[in-house]
């Protein structure tokens, strides 16, 4: 076994996905205003190209996913578990019958002073099933994740200058 493996969880440090990690000049806030509002994932996000939930704790999240490859879509159902605002957001899948591979995503952001921040995104896939994803689906998601990475940085920095120059004028 791995270390840090957890046999309650099913968690292994050797089955996570794990983005790049980008510096955004931008505050931590409008990292979180854009990963929460939803609706305009399509404008911007080119992994997770629709998503749609209340992100209340429990609830489910909807997303339709980029699989890189193959340009096919994907829809994927997980529930909320996580909302510490401008820090952590996050989601998991439970294993079913019908869908027996678990995970959990977390998307972080930390504050490196009032006009800068970091942000990165891992998916923990758990369980006994977790190889299998670690094997024939890490690829497409790692990219997804990178390319969602390099998406929230330029949206955020965008965003940044476009309201420090509204308030220049003002």
Request: hydrophobic share 40%; with cysteine.
């Amino acid at each position: 076994m791995a270390e840090g493996f957890d046999p309650k969880t099913g968690y292994n440090p050797d089955h996570v996905a794990r983005s790049i990690k980008v510096e955004i000049e931008a505050p931590a806030a409008i990292v979180w205003e854009i990963l929460v509002d939803l609706p305009r994932y399509p404008e911007w996000n080119p992994f997770c190209v629709k998503c749609e939930s209340t992100l209340e704790m429990g609830a489910p999240v909807v997303m339709t996913l980029a699989n890189f490859w193959d340009d096919k879509l994907a829809t994927v159902v997980e529930y909320v578990c996580a909302v510490e605002p401008e820090r952590l957001l996050a989601w998991h899948m439970d294993w079913s019958e019908e869908w027996p591979y678990a995970g959990r995503r977390d998307q972080y952001i930390e504050s490196l002073g009032p006009e800068r921040c970091t942000y990165h995104t891992t998916d923990a896939y758990l369980g006994e099933n977790a190889i299998h994803i670690m094997r024939f689906g890490n690829g497409w998601i790692e990219a997804g994740f990178n390319a969602t990475c390099r998406a929230l940085k330029t949206r955020a920095e965008e965003m940044w200058a476009e309201r420090k120059a509204k308030q220049a004028a003002e």
